[in-house]
């Protein structure tokens, strides 16, 4: 899904497998990254969802057609750009990790049916975790949202 589909720098890749006649398939992607970049997350997402073909495996030709999908990678999904670096801090700090997921792009992205929508996240309890300052283990780097 990179550069017009010719440089090789985001994609996904699948393996699929069967254990006790139940299907599974695994999905690992690097998405776009960058604020800005939820557009073309979606779409990378949509490409690799509508691509991945396992022609010779009826009835599982599909990735979704599996009886368990696990996806994961760097989906770079970010807060919504409307944040800053320090309200998301300030929040961070008063543990408002609800309000921050109203704000999460990969929430969105699937109350929208962007992408991702037929699949169940964990819920998130844990506050963000990019990115730290150097030496550093909970100070977090403002100038990176």
Request: proline share 6%; glycine share 8%.
């Given at each position: ?10 994609g ?18 690097h998405l776009?990254a960058?604020?800005g970049?939820y ?67 990969l929430n ?5 049916r ?6 169940i ?12 300052k ?11 949202r």
């Amino acid at each position: 899904t990179g550069l017009a589909g010719f440089w090789g720098n985001k994609g996904g890749v699948c393996v699929r497998f069967s254990v006790r006649g139940c299907s599974v398939c695994c999905v690992n992607s690097h998405l776009a990254a960058h604020d800005g970049g939820y557009e073309e997350r979606v779409q990378q997402y949509n490409t690799i969802l509508h691509t991945t073909a396992f022609p010779h495996t009826p009835p599982t030709t599909s990735i979704l057609y599996h009886d368990y999908v696990f996806w994961m990678g760097d989906l770079n999904f970010r807060l919504d750009p409307c944040i800053s670096a320090e309200e998301i801090n300030t929040r961070v700090r008063k543990g408002d990790i609800a309000g921050l997921y109203k704000l999460d792009e990969l929430n969105k992205a699937q109350t929208d049916r962007d992408a991702f929508e037929p699949l169940i996240e964990a819920p998130i309890t844990f506050p963000p975790t990019y990115k730290y300052k150097e030496k550093t283990i909970a100070e977090y780097d403002l100038n990176r949202r």
